[in-house]
Structures are given as C-alpha cells and as structure tokens.
C-alpha cells in the first residue's frame, strides 16, 4: 500500500512553508479563528440540527470540457461521507492554490478538492475507507480523465493507523482519527492552519445515516 502514492512525509513542501515566519498572515489568521468561533457561539448548534439535504450547499465540480471524466465528483463525495457519518468534513478549494504565489504544495497542487473526514473511534476509520476504496472501484474511478493528463498519481488509499489518504482523482480524501486534533503538530492541524483561506465550507452526519 505505501507504494501506492507518495508516502506523508512529502509534504515536506508544507513543512518548509510553514517554518517561514507570516506575520500578517499570522494575524489574520487568528482574526479568522475568533469569526468563526464567535460565528459558532451565537449560532449555537443550529448548523448541525439545521443539517440536511435541503441545507447543504455543495460546491461544483470544475469544467474541464463535456470529455473529461469525473466519476465520482466532489458534492457526491461530501454526500456519501455524510451518510456514512463522519464526524465533520471540511472541504477545501485547493485548485485556488495553482493561480497564486503560494508554490510547493506537494502531492495536493494538482488536486481540485482536499477533504478531511473526521471520524470519532477507529471502527469509523477502517469503515470509511473501506466503502470510499469500494466506491471508487464502482465507479471506476481509474478511468478518470484525471489519471491520464495529469499523471501525477493513479487511484489507490495509503496511510498508518490513525489516518489514510485516498485518491479520487480530482480530489484527494484525509480520513483521521479525532485524536489528531489534539496534536498541534499532526497533519490534520498543519493542513487546516495553512489552507484555512482556502476552506470551502464545514459539513456534518446526516441525522438520520
């Protein structure tokens, strides 16, 4: 499975990005935090009650042309997330990331769509994965247009125990453990401190998965 696509650890790209002192971007980063806290706090928890299907707002998938293949598209991966219950999804816009200043993303620069899937216990990990790996097949996602113009990776799934990447073409999944975001230093928090500007939006379970 390791051989599948590259290994974590080349998001060194990230590593070195993130070691480069931002101040400003600092500060409107933990001006962002305070919103959204604040944003959570009055709404109290009307998102998550308010959370079904005529609520949801999903993004589009890019159009590359009426040729190009996308079998399994972003809003249906958020969808079939949400009805195997993951804890929360957060969804990033990572093909912004190509058309700005903002270089050496690592094996996500050539992705439209970076999702995290945040699952409570690990019955949940090996769960999601396994049903994400299984759709893929289903949907042949192999055969996507992706596959054969980028060349960057091919469909497969690789991680340790407390997390597993899956590639799905134009998107890239993260499915993790809830334990990583006590870690400040997992890859679950690096990622959400670098590309919160680049956060699509927030999803929750179905109520009734």
Not at 57 to 84: A, C, D, M, T, V
Not at 112 to 136: F, M, P, T
């Amino acid at each position: 499975m390791s051989e599948d696509i590259e290994d974590i650890d080349n998001f060194e790209d990230i590593d070195d990005i993130l070691e480069e002192h931002d101040e400003f971007d600092e500060i409107q980063y933990k001006t962002y935090n305070l919103e959204k806290q604040t944003e959570f706090e009055s709404n109290d928890n009307n998102l998550i009650n308010n959370n079904s299907i005529s609520f949801n707002i999903y993004p589009s998938p890019y159009f590359y042309g009426i040729n190009y293949r996308q079998s399994f598209p972003i809003n249906e991966i958020i969808e079939y997330l949400q009805k195997l219950g993951s804890e929360q999804i957060k969804v990033y816009d990572v093909h912004k990331c190509i058309n700005n200043d903002n270089n050496g993303y690592g094996i996500i620069e050539d992705k439209d769509w970076l999702i995290i899937s945040i699952v409570s216990n690990y019955e949940d990990l090996s769960n999601h994965v396994k049903k994400l790996v299984r759709q893929g097949h289903d949907k042949k996602v192999h055969r996507d247009s992706y596959y054969k113009e980028v060349y960057s990776s091919y469909f497969s799934s690789e991680g340790e125990s407390d997390w597993c990447l899956i590639d799905l073409a134009d998107s890239l999944i993260l499915v993790t453990h809830k334990s990583l975001l006590n870690d400040p230093l997992s890859i679950i928090n690096q990622i959400k401190d670098k590309f919160w500007r680049y956060l699509f939006s927030t999803y929750y379970p179905f109520k009734n998965k």
